[in-house]
């Protein structure tokens, strides 16, 4: 009777875990439905501010701004975008293999890379790991999310780029595709791009009033932190998306756990009652003779 027992703790152990991550998964779905909305509204902006920088610097030359500086790249950053929490199946580790894969594979092409990381599931994981040099770490950004923290993440960026203390800087996060589905994605933010050509004639240029110089100063700046909100809010949707996911399947394999566990309580019970049964006729049988 006390494996009866420790079956029946075990079922309702499992039971109570179970209810634990269905009410997760009802909160992480409720979550992703408002960080979608969020990286949805804010992509078609990104998207055309895109197509704006493009435009611009499809007529620009290096010299026209500190941003637009092509430099042999020795100092790297990488700004890694993790989770707070866990329980989200792959999205932090994918993160990490990623980050360690791009310092292993560019090693050579780079003299210096540091990493600078949002979100204490990676800096848990780097800080563990002192062969990574780190710059940063960028604490409460999931905590009140807004354009002014990525501002800040992006002002800190932005000077040291232009003090030439950086001459490259990527992002390494999430980009949401679904609930379903993510993508580790490693994309360079500076220096920003000049394209050879654009839509429009590049021999044709704009009137820029101010200045030139004023008009870059005020639109590359905002592109860059731009860029880093977007990918904040791709990785907040993305984090949703895996935990919903994860906690699913979680909630599915208590489900089975516990048919398993009552059939095995079943079996157990029948068993006992059966021993008893015998038991009791031996007794009786012996009584008899």
Do not use: W
């Amino acid at each position: 009777m006390a494996n009866l027992k420790e079956i029946r703790t075990r079922i309702k152990s499992v039971k109570n875990t179970r209810q634990i991550t269905k009410a997760m998964k009802m909160i992480a779905a409720s979550r992703l439905r408002k960080a979608q909305q969020a990286i949805e509204a804010k992509r078609p902006y990104a998207q055309r501010l895109g197509d704006v920088i493009t435009s611009l610097a499809t007529r620009a030359e290096q010299e026209d701004h500190p941003l637009l500086a092509v430099r042999p790249p020795k100092k790297v950053l990488l700004l890694v975008l993790t989770s707070d929490r866990g329980m989200c199946g792959g999205f932090n580790v994918n993160i990490s293999r990623a980050t360690e894969a791009y310092v292993r594979n560019n090693g050579s092409v780079h003299d210096e890379i540091t990493l600078s990381i949002i979100g204490r599931k990676g800096q848990d994981y780097f800080g563990r790991r002192p062969q990574y040099q780190i710059d940063k770490l960028y604490q409460g950004v999931f905590e009140n999310i807004g354009f002014d923290k990525a501002n800040e993440i992006g002002d800190d960026i932005i000077s040291a780029f232009q003090s030439e203390g950086l001459d490259a800087v990527y992002l390494v996060y999430n980009e949401f595709k679904s609930a379903i589905a993510q993508e580790v994605v490693v994309e360079k933010v500076l220096p920003v791009d000049t394209p050879d050509g654009g839509d429009d004639a590049p021999g044709l240029d704009f009137e820029y009033e101010p200045s030139k110089r004023a008009v870059l100063d005020e639109v590359l700046p905002l592109y860059v932190n731009m860029q880093i909100y977007r990918a904040i809010l791709e990785s907040i949707a993305s984090e949703m998306g895996a935990r919903m996911t994860a906690m699913d399947a979680a909630t599915r394999n208590a489900g089975e756990l516990i048919d398993k566990l009552t059939l095995k309580y079943n079996r157990a019970r029948q068993a006992a009652i059966t021993t008893e049964l015998m038991e009791i006729i031996g007794g009786a049988e012996a009584l008899k003779g």
